[in-house]
């Protein structure tokens, strides 16, 4: 029986790869680490856990100490780092806490999984793994044409990508200098259960199924691959038990979209499934379609205008392709949400209200 940490377990992904591990690694212990930031709530992992094959700790990836025990104490296989400050707008008001997290929390990782590593020997030395879940942002800004690949140089343009980049570098460092043996994966924009509401996808779900404004950045044009979140999961954890040590994987759901189409696609999704005339909260504003929502607003600093992934070296290599199209993961996405409306309301009680954020202030 393997046994298996996931650092931010209680986030949106990291809940996701939890209850993927249930179904596709049956015979693995799994240890959720976890700082419970508003972004993590162990609300998420409550069916996990009643299952006895998780356990929770709560601990900060930055933290030498809580790090070190956790490697002594488990003695895992193969490690996900999933933790992460994410969200860019937050970046823009509060970068420092994206560097202690991760940056610094990269590091300590990294470091407690060399002492831990040269400390195994034979096959268990030799089946340890340290899988480091990063993003596209690094790379920066596409024009019109082309994709990121693995070789792409990294130009992050927010305090969040650029975190992001500073911990992928200590990655790759870990792994030619003290031959560590790593994993590193930058995928495209997930969505999907358990977002946190402050992303575009359940920001929009939830302020039109409350008559709120659909608020779009700039003029809705910019540009995101979007990868279904249990694709991902199936993408990580291919790369944790075929990818080679090493190597880096691009990760993307060939669903090119803009903001606006994203939007668009969202409120006819919400249509089928709940239409405007049969909710109170438009019907009492004369609105007859979710679309009539949308506003456009002032854009984000620094907006990267677009991303796109090339995805051909994991699927080359280790067979991978998603398995939902956009269409398909919309839609099961929104009907999530309808059916989780105490979810929703319990994770933002207290200390989320939808408002804008990431704007300078002078």
């Given at each position: 029986?393997k ?43 409550q ?31 193969y490690?996900?780092n ?18 202690r ?17 040269a ?20 790379y ?58 402050e ?120 067979g991978?392709?998603p ?9 099961a ?18 200390n ?11």
């Amino acid at each position: 029986m393997k046994t298996i940490v996931v650092t931010g377990g209680a986030g949106f992904i990291g809940t996701n790869f939890v209850y993927y591990l249930l179904s596709h690694a049956p015979s693995c212990h799994i240890i959720v680490f976890d700082k419970l930031t508003y972004a993590g709530n162990k609300f998420n992992l409550q069916k996990a856990l009643r299952r006895g094959r998780a356990v929770f700790v709560k601990g900060d990836i930055a933290s030498p100490s809580q790090v070190r025990r956790l490697y002594l104490r488990f003695k895992p296989d193969y490690v996900f780092n999933f933790a992460a400050e994410s969200h860019v707008d937050r970046s823009i008001e509060g970068p420092e806490a994206f560097v202690r997290t991760n940056v610094e929390g990269t590091f300590q990782l990294l470091e407690a999984a060399r002492l831990h590593w040269a400390g195994l020997s034979g096959r268990t030395r030799a089946g340890f793994r340290f899988l480091h879940v990063s993003t596209d942002e690094v790379y920066g800004s596409l024009g019109p044409h082309g994709c990121f690949s693995e070789t792409t140089p990294y130009a992050p343009n927010s305090p969040y990508s650029a975190t992001k980049a500073g911990a992928d570098h200590l990655v790759r460092a870990y792994h030619e200098t003290y031959g560590l043996p790593v994993v590193m994966t930058n995928c495209s924009n997930n969505y999907g259960p358990y977002q946190f509401p402050e992303k575009l996808i359940p920001l929009m779900i939830l302020n039109a199924l409350e008559g709120k404004p659909l608020p779009v950045y700039g003029d809705g044009k910019n540009v995101r691959d979007w990868l279904y979140v249990e694709d991902h999961c199936d993408a990580l954890w291919k790369a944790m038990t075929q990818g080679r040590p090493g190597e880096k994987y691009n990760v993307g759901g060939n669903n090119e979209k803009t903001n606006l189409e994203v939007v668009g696609t969202l409120c006819r999704q919400l249509q089928r499934a709940y239409p405007a005339k049969d909710n109170p909260a438009l019907s009492k504003k004369g609105l007859r379609d979710y679309g009539n929502l949308v506003a456009f607003v002032k854009d984000r600093p620094g907006h990267d205008r677009r991303y796109a992934i090339d995805a051909s070296k994991i699927r080359r290599e280790l067979g991978w392709k998603p398995r939902h199209s956009f269409d398909t993961g919309i839609a099961a996405t929104v009907k999530w949400y309808l059916d989780n409306r105490d979810w929703c309301r319990r994770v933002q009680e207290g200390n989320y209200g939808r408002q804008r954020l990431g704007l300078l202030k002078k």
